[in-house]
């Protein structure tokens, strides 16, 4: 288990080796690409970093309302003065609009403040809509134009404007005399710091509804929870002039406060002439009552009532008293039951709060949670509404959620109005009782007591009805509103710019950028580029990394490497008799190779690759040499019949050839196979070349005298290369597959599809299984940077002289 453990803690550092190893060749291989558009990302980076740093941020500018709940200080009770119908007052489009006239936010200034450039902004119905342009005449620095466009293809340059469009000059004056711009439904009155300075500047004239669409968005609104009575409204407006937000905040706490004075009155006007008819017919019968005692009185003076007649005939009004307040309660509850069914889906939610609060005022417990989460609701839906369309899933639960705690609402008004019902019912058995009691008083004495009840409850009534009417009358005459400014908005200061922030941003952002597409395109780059790629994706054994030739040239010219010689251009680098990293990395393959075919009895190896250009014949010849030089008897043959080159890196005759042998009538003898043998620079190398391209090469290959040939071969050399056509357009090397010992394949870095090579072997079992391993062409390997640091070392070495 501990073997175990070890070995899969040993996988995983080297996994992250091998991934630390490839991205750092992969920075390696993108060095100029990462350097060019490195530089040109970060320069545009900063660039942009610069200007949104210069930018003015968007800010909020808040003011604070305040919210008197005034149920518990008078009897007046106004049951829709709730919060929520509160904020969404401020919300509303027909509220803002009464805003947007009194700011004139249809005038919209570019990249200025207004409160820098004007002292006052006023823009009617008559105004045109489109872009002006105010332009400094630059000639002479004493005339301006004002140019109006109503395109929106945009301005122009004032010759270039003028010559596309008519009648586009709006004003024109002279720079000494000015101080405002007065016409075409536009009154602007310019700062006096505009006037010490003037310059160029665009505005735009909106249309009405689009004004109110931005203003709608920039507004929001926030309640907060009632403390000690008062419940705060945050009334924040978002933009980029602050001065201007915050007149827009404060006019928008004014409106509103303003409002809620015209709702009071309203409604205590609305109280008051309703209490005045109350209190007329309840005078009306107080008078009667009285006047009917006093006749009774006048007529009857000797009759007089016990005091314990008078106690109970108090009780008994005191009763009636109750339950006249029990009825009229009882009255509002089953009105509100009606409003609610009567009303709309939309406008269910507004007699909802009244309930609550006609609830709350009658001390009712669920009252209270009823509020909370309604208000919570409310504000969702509020929310919900300005982010999502109305099908939205949210939106949708939001609605039920709303509809299902309505019927809660309901069902317990249902439930009290119910109660209330009965406590009436009970009230008025209990007073039919206390007056049944009174049924036994001699008749005059009986009558006695009825006037004084009735005299009693009327003035009872007269009391209370005059109570709230006197009370209404105080608000009706009161010019103070529910709602007051608790704390203006004032312009808020922006943060100073976190330069060295924005900076690291700018320069993490370019360097994300710069990598993706390298990152993007490793990703989906089916080549390997390192040994270590290959063996990843593969999963096959890598025998040798071969350098890129020109490299080996390239130390060899400057004296790095000794290793390099040509032979009419080819690059077979193993011919030499000196020492360096060719013999070194040739001679490591040969070893491997060696050591892997020990065990068998015929030595041959064929050599494929995936695809033409991946280097197999350079592995192939040098391979050969490397054996050669080992006093091993190797023969070389180009079995590559429709492109062979391979005579080139021999100085060879192209033919005759192997395809010349096979495609002749003639049988096979050992004369012929001399013949095709041709002697290399090395003694113990023989070439046999491809002679004359042939397209049917897999019929060739596959004749019998091709095994007979191979057989003769056999016999004499103790190697055989074979020089094979690449496996991704014929089957030649399958062909081969049952005549030689093992297969060794040759990829390039950066150009052989791996994928392809794997998906290709699976579909020759008999090959992949013969396969001793894969040489990577074309290569920078950590083996091979040894090779050079220890080939200078030695190189360089002198001989001890001693």
Not at 336 to 344: E, G, H, N, V
Not at 502 to 515: K, Q, V
Not at 632 to 660: C, E, H, N
């Amino acid at each position: 288990m501990q073997i175990g453990k070890a070995f899969d803690e040993g996988q995983k550092r080297l996994g992250a080796v091998r991934s630390i190893r490839h991205y750092r060749r992969l920075l390696w291989r993108s060095k100029w690409y990462l350097l060019i558009a490195g530089s040109i990302v970060t320069c545009v980076s900063i660039v942009i970093a610069a200007v949104l740093a210069a930018r003015t941020p968007q800010e909020l500018a808040t003011a604070m309302i305040g919210v008197e709940n005034t149920a518990d200080v008078t009897a007046v009770k106004d049951v829709s003065g709730l919060m929520q119908a509160q904020s969404d007052l401020i919300q509303s489009r027909a509220f803002l609009q009464d805003i947007v006239q009194k700011i004139s936010l249809r005038f919209a200034l570019k990249h200025f403040s207004r409160s820098s450039t004007f002292e006052s902004v006023s823009v009617d119905s008559s105004a045109a809509e489109g872009t002006y342009r105010f332009i400094v005449n630059t000639k002479n620095g004493e005339d301006y134009s004002v140019l109006f466009d109503n395109d929106s293809g945009g301005l122009l340059s004032p010759s270039r404007y003028l010559s596309r469009h008519s009648a586009s000059v709006a004003f024109t004056g002279s720079l000494k005399s000015l101080s405002s711009l007065r016409g075409g439904g536009l009154s602007l009155v310019f700062s006096q710091r505009f006037v010490n300075a003037p310059h160029d500047f665009t505005f735009r004239v909106r249309a009405p509804e689009n004004a109110l669409e931005d203003l709608f968005g920039a507004v929001s609104v926030k309640e907060s929870d009632s403390r000690n009575g008062v419940t705060n409204i945050a009334v924040s407006v978002k933009g980029r002039d602050y001065k201007l937000i915050a007149d827009v905040a404060n006019a928008i706490a004014t409106a509103f406060v303003q409002k809620n004075v015209n709702f009071k009155k309203a409604r205590t006007r609305s109280l008051v002439a309703s209490l005045e008819k109350q209190l007329e017919a309840v005078s009306r019968d107080q008078e009667a009552s009285t006047e009917a005692l006093r006749s009774f009185q006048s007529a009857n003076p000797g009759v007089g009532l016990s005091e314990d007649v008078k106690q109970r005939i108090n009780n008994l009004g005191q009763m009636e008293k109750g339950a006249f307040e029990a009825k009229r309660a009882l009255s509002e509850g089953r009105e509100l039951l009606d409003k609610y069914s009567a009303a709309s889906l939309a406008d269910r939610q507004d007699v909802s709060q009244q309930i609550v609060a006609y609830l709350a005022a009658r001390n009712l417990t669920a009252s209270a949670a009823y509020q909370t989460e309604l208000s919570e609701l409310s504000t969702q839906a509020r929310e919900f509404r300005r982010s999502y369309a109305e099908d939205h899933p949210l939106r949708v639960e939001n609605q039920q959620k709303l509809e299902k705690l309505a019927g809660e609402i309901v069902a317990a008004l249902q439930n009290y109005v119910s109660s209330t019902q009965r406590g009436v019912e009970g009230q008025s058995a209990d007073i039919q009782s206390r007056y049944s009691e009174l049924q036994s008083l001699p008749s005059k004495e009986l009558q006695l007591a009825e006037l004084q009840r009735r005299h009693q409850i009327f003035s009872d009534i007269y009391s209370t009805v005059m109570s709230r009417y006197n009370q209404a009358k105080v608000l009706d005459a009161s010019e103070e509103a529910e709602v007051f400014v608790m704390d203006p908005a004032l312009p808020p200061v922006p943060p100073p710019p976190a330069v060295p922030k924005i900076l690291a941003i700018a320069l993490l952002a370019a360097l994300m950028i710069t990598l993706l597409p390298v990152i993007v395109a490793d990703y989906f780059d089916k080549t390997a580029h390192s040994e270590d790629d290959f063996t990843v994706r593969t999963g096959g054994t890598v025998l040798e990394g071969i350098p890129r030739i020109d490299l080996l040239r390239k130390k060899a010219l400057h004296g790095g490497v000794n290793g390099w010689h040509g032979i009419n251009g080819a690059s077979l680098i193993t011919i030499q008799n000196e020492e360096g990293v060719s013999k070194e990395v040739f001679r490591a393959l040969r070893t491997k190779l060696m050591l892997a075919l020990f065990d068998t009895k015929e030595k041959s190896l064929v050599v494929t690759s995936l695809e033409p250009g991946a280097g197999k014949s350079t592995v192939t010849a040098n391979v050969a040499y490397a054996v050669a030089q080992q006093q091993t008897k190797t023969v070389v043959i180009d079995a590559d019949l429709r492109r062979g080159t391979l005579y080139k890196w021999f100085s060879t005759p192209q033919g005759p050839g192997l395809s010349d042998y096979l495609a002749s009538p003639e049988p096979f003898s050992v004369g012929r196979v001399d013949a095709l043998l041709q002697p290399t620079t090395l003694p113990n190398l023989f070439f046999i070349s491809a002679g004359t391209p042939v397209q049917a090469s897999s019929e060739l290959l596959a004749s019998d005298k091709f095994v007979l040939l191979k057989k003769e071969l056999a016999s004499r050399f103790s190697f055989i290369v074979v020089d094979s056509s690449p496996i991704e357009a014929v089957v030649d090397a399958a062909v081969f597959a049952h005549l030689f010992s093992a297969f060794l394949v040759v990829a390039r870095a950066g150009r052989t599809d791996v994928a392809e090579l794997t998906r290709k072997l699976a579909e020759f079992p008999v090959i992949e299984e013969k396969v001793l391993g894969f040489v990577v062409n074309d290569v920078f390997s950590e083996r091979t940077a040894k090779y050079y640091h220890y080939s200078g070392y030695y190189s360089a070495a002198k001989p001890d002289k001693r």
